[in-house]
């Protein structure tokens, strides 16, 4: 999936500037700023929610952009969203089953392999699982789509370490499966642990785009972009 030149706007408030990056398949791309850069802007824009007034998001070669987000979800893109929004009255097992799209290897037995937790909790409504047990159904359901492109926005957030950990290895454990992930955290370090490629941006463009190793050695400008860490 790429992204080139892409200008989004929430009415006349300008905030994505030309933003560019290519997620290539079978690697994590993490998407790093500061809060307010443009991340979930960015997320928002390829998912079809905000339609960019230019530039374009192409998707193994087919152009995206200007689509509506359901025809772009058939296509084969998924999302976390912010703040998990999981049905809370629906059971566990039922937001799974609600979510089931296209035709690839996730059922809701498959979900419940990859979270034990889940099946152990299948008949209980949503809104009465922990945080994390929450999260975990945000990315099940999301997998119920057979996406093959998944963008996950800060699945971490206020999680306890312990749980950050879990989720961490669940999405190393899908990427390694074969799934392209763009991940935005706040979450520097496990972020740059999982990543293949690093994009930073700041106030709506990007600033930085280039492999994790490289990232890593330029302490500085991760220091300068998304502050102390
Ligand atoms: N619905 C909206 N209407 C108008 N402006 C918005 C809207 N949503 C976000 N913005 C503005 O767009 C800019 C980018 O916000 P965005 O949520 O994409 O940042 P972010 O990098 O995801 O930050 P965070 O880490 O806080 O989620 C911010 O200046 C924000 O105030």
């Not at 905030?15 to 850069?37: D, E, Q, S, T």
């Not at 089953?97 to 296209?102: D, P, S």
């Not at 994390?132 to 999680?159: T, Y």
Request: net charge positive.
């Amino acid at each position: 999936m790429s992204l080139s030149g892409v200008d989004s706007f929430y009415g006349d408030s300008h905030v994505l500037h030309g933003v560019g990056f290519a997620l290539r398949p079978g690697r994590l791309l993490a998407l790093l700023g500061r809060n307010g850069a443009g991340k979930t802007t960015c997320l928002a824009t390829i998912m079809g929610f905000l339609r960019p007034r230019r530039g374009e998001i192409r998707l193994y070669g087919e152009r995206i952009s200007g689509l509506s987000p359901e025809a772009i979800c058939r296509r084969g893109v998924g999302l976390v969203p912010q703040g998990r929004r999981v049905f809370r009255s629906l059971t566990v097992r039922e937001n799974l089953a609600v979510a089931a799209r296209g035709r690839g290897p996730w059922t809701v037995e498959r979900v419940f392999e990859l979270f034990p937790r889940l099946r152990e909790r299948h008949g209980q409504l949503a809104g009465s699982l922990s945080g994390g047990e929450q999260q975990m159904l945000a990315i099940g359901r999301a997998l119920m789509g057979n996406p093959r492109v998944l963008l996950m926005d800060e699945p971490s957030e206020g999680l306890a370490p312990q749980i950050v950990a879990e989720v961490g290895r669940i999405i190393g454990r899908l990427n390694a499966e074969g799934l392209s992930i763009v991940l935005v955290e706040q979450n520097v370090k496990m972020t740059l642990g999982l990543a293949h490629d690093v994009v930073i941006i700041n106030t709506g463009a990007v600033v930085f785009e280039g492999p994790v190793e490289e990232a890593r050695r330029d302490e500085a400008r991760l220091a300068q972009h998304l502050g102390v860490f």
